[in-house]
């Protein structure tokens, strides 16, 4: 599912969960993608990779939570491995990077979260991000 998801990313041009200004909008535009290249495989294979890309999208099952919960977590993991540079060079801020990633985790990998969620408010993780530090949960 992951890595089918990834296919209209991959079209469209990737962007970091924290960038996306419209995610409702770039999930359409996603899938538009993705219904534009599978359309030319089988009809049977394209209509089940479709589904897993709405699957994922839509987040209403149990392994699309999972796999949404996991596609939020890598780019996390990465801005630690970096020591904040992507984040700190696109001027995201701690807020902006909870408020995208704290929900699909949580329900996702409640026990990961439950591991990462201080990490994330250590004081030398809080360095890894631009701008504004404070996170106000919704």
Known sequence: MLLIHDIGEINIGDKMVFEIENPK???EI?????TRIFEK??????????????EFEYGETKESLLAN??????PVLLNFED???SCKNNNIDFDRVMNSI??????GLP?????????LREPRELR???????FHEN
């Open 25 to 27: 909008g770039r999930k």
């Open 30 to 34: 996603e899938l538009d993608a993705v």
């Open 41 to 54: 495989l089988p009809s049977n294979l394209s209509d089940e990779l479709i589904e897993l890309c709405k």
């Open 69 to 74: 919960a996991i596609d939020r977590v890598m």
């Open 83 to 85: 020591e904040g540079q």
């Open 102 to 107: 704290a929900k699909p985790i949580k329900i």
């Open 111 to 119: 026990n990961f979260w439950s591991y990462l969620e201080p990490r």
């Open 128 to 134: 890894y991000y631009g701008g504004n530090r404070v």
